[in-house]
């Protein structure tokens, strides 16, 4: 996908990544944060921000139905990987989600969106389960 549908990742920061050759979804979570800040040579993207869109970019790519704005809230919350997320419980998840959404910096990324619910949690937690699960094989395959 194009670098812009990463979340977190608008048109202006856009254009600025492909300005340094990355042009996809993929460059990005390949990028070294250290040297991708550095190219970039804007304040504001420093390589703790990269990590962070690295990983938003990255729980998209593992769980199906994330909203970009609930892979910014996860991340903030401090759950980075698709592992790190199947080990919490939905309603833990919730509550934690919840806290950083009544925070300034969770209201900022929710702006006027949909606050995720139980029903959103438990479906990320079983769509990596789903994804993650070996596959069940007949005996008549």
């Keep these: 996908d194009p670098i812009v549908d990463a979340p ?3 048109p202006k920061t856009a254009a600025r990544f492909q300005q340094i050759g990355l042009h996809t979804v993929g460059d990005l979570l390949q990028a ?3 040297t991708t800040a550095a190219a ?3 304040r504001h993207i420093t390589q703790d921000v990269l990590r962070d869109w690295q990983s938003q970019a990255a ?4 769980i199906a139905g994330l909203r970009g ?3 910014q809230l996860l991340v903030t919350a401090g759950i980075r990987t698709a592992p790190q ?3 919490v419980d939905a309603e833990s ?3 934690t989600i919840n806290r950083v959404v009544e925070s300034s910096e969770g209201k900022r990324i929710l702006r006027d969106g949909r606050r995720p619910d139980i029903a959103d949690v438990t479906t ?4 990596l389960r789903l994804k993650h699960s070996p596959r069940l094989v007949s005996h008549t395959e």
């Design 40 to 42: 970039l040579k804007t």
């Design 32 to 34: 070294d944060p250290i």
């Design 69 to 71: 704005l609930d892979a």
């Design 124 to 127: 990320w937690s079983t769509s």
């Design 59 to 62: 729980l998209m790519t593992e």
């Design 8 to 10: 977190s990742i608008g």
């Design 93 to 95: 998840l919730l509550k």
């Design 85 to 87: 997320l199947a080990s």
